[in-house]
Structure formats: structure tokens, C-alpha cells
């Protein structure tokens, strides 16, 4: 029988550098919805990413359960096939001289660099992303001449031409202008017409559009609210989650911080 959950843990615990990180974490995430991970720098989002890609390993105890894909021992050859993860990080691996033509081919191949014998059907299919995102624009511009925000989208693509189950976003407008910060955001919402799911994990609550399901704030390492934006985002929660005083607002289907004199 189908499992809808590809992520399934129950009571896990996990330490970096012997802190907790994360703590007694109870979490599924289904095939069918597009999620939002949300907290502080130093809520444990990053380290929710590493025990999906399997960097870092919970703590092993009677009480606890990980299942990635419905499996408890899970190959990382074919978590690195089902799961993309684009962060802030690759694009330092990139050569500047890259087109963006070859920088999203190389995703076939694990690499980052410029691919000698690349077949009729690879190029076809760098081709069929490209189009599918409308930045055909971009093929022949060397990673280098483009803004921030096309180069988030480049990498993006990079990450979708082996068709993962699911991609995950770490922080994808961090550092964006705004008119790159908006750029990405539309090209993300033109992603949910793929068969890809997106965890997107963000400080910003502009990231969260209609696309997403469902809205899980994290902070110290604990779960505090989980269910569908509409319930989860609000003024309250949103001070409980940063330890500030504003006032959330939504308009035109977008959310909105505003801050309130002290």
C-alpha cells in the first residue's frame, strides 16, 4: 500500500557541536502538499534540511521513528535522485563562465561545470525546462552577467531537470534586492504546475503565496504551529515565533509585516 508521507519522524531528537537542535520533533510531510518551513535564524530550519538529505542523524532511541520515502534505512544515492536542494552556498561552485545552458545541464550529471559530450536528449531537456519556466531569455548568459534573482531561478532549474520528488528551498530570497526578491517569488509560484513538490524554508513570510498547503513555524527547535497559512500566519503567533511587536496583514493574497511603535 501507497504511503502518502515521504517524510515521516516521530519523537526525534537530534545534537550538532552537543547542542539540541531539534527536539522531539513529530512531523509528516505528504506527497500532495507544498509546504513552508518558517522561524528565526537559529530555530533548527537548517538542521531539519540536513537530517532530510541525511548529514546528520537523530538520536537513536526506543520511542523514535525516521522514515524517508517509507524507509528507515534509506540509500543517499537515491535521496540525492528524489530530493533537490538549492541554498545560498552553490552558487560559489559555479564557474562564472558558465552559460546557463550548460550550468542546468550539468544537473544531470552532479556537476558544475561546463559538460563535453552532452546527447541530443540532454540538451532537449534542458530546452523543456527552460521553456516550462519561460527563461529561455537566459540560455546563453554566462552566470556571471545575471542578477541575483536569475540566478537563484537558474539554479533552481538546475535542480528540476532530473524531475526530483521534491525540492527544497533554503532561503531563497535571502539577500535580494526587491525587484530580484519578487522575480524569484513568481517564477516559485510558476513551479507548482510541475509534478514537484516544494518545501520551502524561509524567515520571510512575503516566500509564503497561494501555492502553499500548509505554513510549520519552528523555534528552538520545536514545532509551536502547524496547519494552513490562513490559520497558522497572524499577528500573535508571528510575535510569539520572532519575539517582536507587529502587526501581520494580508492583501492582494500576500502577507505583510508591519511594525508597531514601541
Request: contains cysteine; hydrophobic residues 40%; charged residues 25%.
Amino acid at each position: 500500500m501507497f504511503n502518502k508521507f515521504w517524510f515521516d519522524a516521530t519523537n526525534i531528537n537530534c545534537y550538532k557541536n552537543g547542542f539540541r537542535v531539534i527536539k522531539d520533533l513529530n512531523l509528516k510531510l505528504a506527497y500532495s502538499e507544498n509546504v513552508v518551513l518558517i522561524g528565526p535564524n537559529g530555530s533548527g530550519k537548517s538542521s531539519l534540511i540536513e537530517i532530510i538529505n541525511r548529514n546528520i542523524y537523530p538520536v537513536v532511541a526506543d520511542e523514535s521513528k525516521l522514515k524517508i520515502f517509507d524507509k528507515e534505512l534509506i540509500n543517499l544515492w537515491e535521496i540525492r535522485k528524489r530530493i533537490s536542494t538549492v541554498n545560498n552556498e552553490i552558487k560559489n561552485r559555479i564557474n562564472p563562465n558558465l552559460q546557463v545552458f550548460d550550468l542546468i545541464l550539468s544537473g544531470l550529471y552532479g556537476s558544475y561545470c561546463y559538460v563535453q559530450n552532452k546527447s541530443e536528449r540532454d540538451s532537449y531537456k534542458v530546452e523543456k525546462i527552460m521553456k516550462k519556466m519561460n527563461i529561455s531569455n537566459l540560455s546563453k548568459k554566462y552566470f556571471s552577467y545575471l542578477s541575483d534573482g536569475e540566478k537563484k531561478i537558474s539554479l533552481i532549474a538546475r535542480a528540476l531537470i532530473k524531475k526530483p520528488d521534491i525540492l527544497i528551498l533554503d532561503e531563497p530570497i535571502a539577500n535580494l534586492d526587491y525587484k530580484s526578491k519578487f522575480f524569484v517569488i513568481d517564477k516559485v509560484n510558476e513551479l507548482s504546475k510541475l509534478n514537484t513538490r516544494i518545501f520551502c524554508v524561509t524567515h520571510d513570510i512575503s516566500m509564503i503565496t497561494r501555492i502553499y498547503d500548509r505554513v510549520i513555524m519552528l523555534k528552538d527547535g520545536k514545532i509551536i504551529a502547524d496547519g494552513h497559512q490562513n490559520k497558522v500566519i497572524n499577528s500573535e503567533k508571528i510575535n510569539t515565533l520572532y519575539g517582536i511587536n507587529v502587526e501581520v496583514t494580508k492583501n492582494n493574497g500576500l502577507w505583510e509585516i508591519n511594525r508597531l511603535s514601541k
